[in-house]
Structure formats: C-alpha cells, structure tokens
C-alpha cells in the first residue's frame, strides 16, 4: 500500500500528527490480523537502555535488522570453521604422536581438512561483504573485516601458526 507524501509539520504540530497518521492506519486496517495480537508483550531481560528496548521488541515480534541476521550467520560459520580447525590440527598432533601411523596419510588427511576450513572461510568472507554492504553508511563502526586463516589459528591454536602460514 501507498502511503501519500506529507510535508512533516512544525514541532508544536508533530504529536497532532502522529496521532493522525495511527488513527488513518487503523481506519484502513493495517492494525489487523498481526503476529501476537492480543498477547502481551513479553518483557524480559534489562530494558533500561532505549536501543536495547527497541532491538528486544523487534526480536520478540519477529523483525529484526537484514545485517544483524547476517551477522549471526557469521558468528555461527566462524565458529563452525574454528571447530574444523581445531579439529584438523588436533587429528594431525595425535595421528603424528603415535608411532603405527602412516605419516603421508596424515599430513595428505591435514591438507584435506584445511581445504575445507579455507572453503568455510570463503563461506564466511561472502557473507561479510553482505553484512558490510547491507549496512548503512551513518553506521561504519559496525563493518566486519574478512576473515583469514592467520587469525583463525592465533584464535584457536597459536602455537600450529607454523603448521598454516
């Protein structure tokens, strides 16, 4: 639906008008048939904040901002990646400790495993350059920088940095 372009009035004028715009709004019945409707709202958690109350009750209504969704994605395939790491460097520490294992094997197993942690990388770079371009400009603090192997390792295993780079 088309909403008509008002000028925005004075100050004195603007509660008159906001007051206007929700009773026109729910004359044409854009109030009707909303999710949770008749609920209360469920208020948990610290709301003493303005910006926490505002992203509280966008989540608990089921709208939240395109580049924080994203940027959960990114928490979870960096972590996915992180575990993949660890588990590739732990699997090659213990298959080279023990003494009946095939060397080869396990060096060619490690490369295989750090194909698919520079593959989840990549995964995780993509939705980086999302996030970035998703979000607006007035807010610069918030872009994310891509991801790479170095700084997965330091985080996980600082001490397999030779292992990688």
């Known amino acids: 639906m088309r909403i008509p372009f008002r000028k925005m009035p004075d100050a004195p004028?603007?509660?008159?008008f906001v007051e206007e715009q929700i009773n026109e709004a729910i004359a044409r019945g854009e109030f009707q048939n909303l999710k949770g409707q008749g609920k209360p709202l469920a208020l948990r958690g610290d709301l003493s904040k303005a910006d926490e109350m505002r992203q509280k009750l966008r989540g608990d209504a089921g709208y939240g901002v395109p580049w924080e969704e994203v940027g959960r994605e990114i928490?979870?395939?960096t972590?996915?990646?992180e575990n993949e790491l660890l588990r590739a460097i732990e699997f090659r520490a213990a298959g080279l400790?023990?003494?009946k294992s095939d060397k080869a094997k396990i060096e060619a197993d490690f490369q295989t495993h750090l194909?698919?942690?520079h593959t989840a990388i990549g995964a995780v770079n993509s939705l980086v350059l999302k996030h970035n371009l998703l979000l607006p400009q007035m807010l610069?603090?918030?872009y994310r920088a891509r991801l790479k192997i170095e700084t997965l390792v330091e985080r996980v295993a600082p001490e397999a940095k030779s292992l990688i780079v």
């Open 115 to 117: 194909g698919r942690v």
């Open 79 to 81: 972590r996915r990646a």
């Open 75 to 77: 928490e979870v395939m």
């Open 97 to 99: 400790a023990s003494k």
């Open 140 to 142: 610069p603090h918030l």
């Open 13 to 16: 004028q603007r509660a008159g």
